[in-house]
């Protein structure tokens, strides 16, 4: 996908650019379709902090039948395509763009549409989420779709993926807001993890980044340096050897030092 465009118009308006995302980033362990983060699988977006730069990944992977999405449907009638259409948060009133906050979606389905956010049936994308909360909150949200069959004709059918919260702190942004971040880092995703998993960190400057893993015992069980350049970087981690379990994972450049937790799940 082309986005260049984009990435001259966010300039202009201040915001951030985001890496793209990679639609291989997620194992669906042989699941027919689905999205993650999945709330039945205790997965949500990750917390954002008030003017702090944010990003999260959702990974899609297109069904093929039309009864996946409409029960009422014959299981032999075929999906065309699915577009991605929103994340849509409830600001109390109704269900709004995530633009009304600051945050702003961007698909990648590695150029198989003109529409990035145009995904075939059977095929794995994704969108990054991205940008600076504007507004604080716990905000109900749910993700738009659209699904494409031919069944006595064109039909458009659409689909919401509900269950999730995204949380931005209001209190956390006046402290984090008092000195210049010189490291950010998110969450892993897709988190449990079982072969792959992919960490985001950014960098206010070019500098040499060491990313370790260690068990909750306290035993070190990966570690690599490399050098990160200046905005977005996002690095893949290779799970598959790992036992199932929780891990603590750090991002530290310079004074600058992150840990999360990390589930392995096998």
Request: net charge negative.
């Amino acid at each position: 996908m082309k986005q260049s465009i984009l990435i001259l118009a966010l300039s202009a308006l201040g915001l951030p650019a985001i890496a793209q995302c990679d639609p291989n980033a997620h194992n669906w362990n042989g699941a027919p379709f689905g999205v993650s983060p999945d709330p039945q699988m205790g997965e949500q977006f990750e917390s954002a902090v008030l003017n702090v730069p944010y990003s999260d990944v959702i990974y899609v992977k297109a069904p093929t039948s039309a009864a996946d999405i409409d029960e009422t449907l014959p299981a032999f009638v075929m999906i065309d395509s699915l577009r991605l259409e929103d994340v849509l948060l409830d600001n109390g009133n109704s269900f709004v763009s995530l633009n009304t906050i600051g945050l702003f979606l961007e698909c990648n389905n590695n150029g198989d549409s003109p529409n990035p956010c145009v995904f075939l049936p059977g095929n794995a994308y994704c969108g990054d989420i991205f940008g600076t909360p504007t507004v604080a909150g716990s905000f109900p949200v749910k993700i738009s779709v659209t699904g494409f069959i031919d069944f006595f004709g064109s039909q458009a059918i659409p689909y919401e993926f509900e269950g999730y919260t995204l949380v931005v702190n209001g209190t956390i942004a006046v402290v984090e807001a008092t000195a210049p971040q010189s490291l950010l880092v998110a969450q892993n995703s897709p988190n449990p993890a079982s072969d792959m998993t992919t960490i985001q960190y950014d960098l206010a400057v070019p500098a040499e980044v060491e990313i370790s893993v260690v068990n909750l015992v306290g035993a070190q069980v990966y570690s690599r340096k490399m050098l990160g350049k200046k905005g977005t970087n996002s690095f893949r981690l290779d799970t598959s050897g790992l036992e199932s379990g929780v891990y603590l994972y750090c991002v530290s450049a310079g004074e600058k030092k992150f840990t999360r937790r990390m589930l392995v799940q096998h």
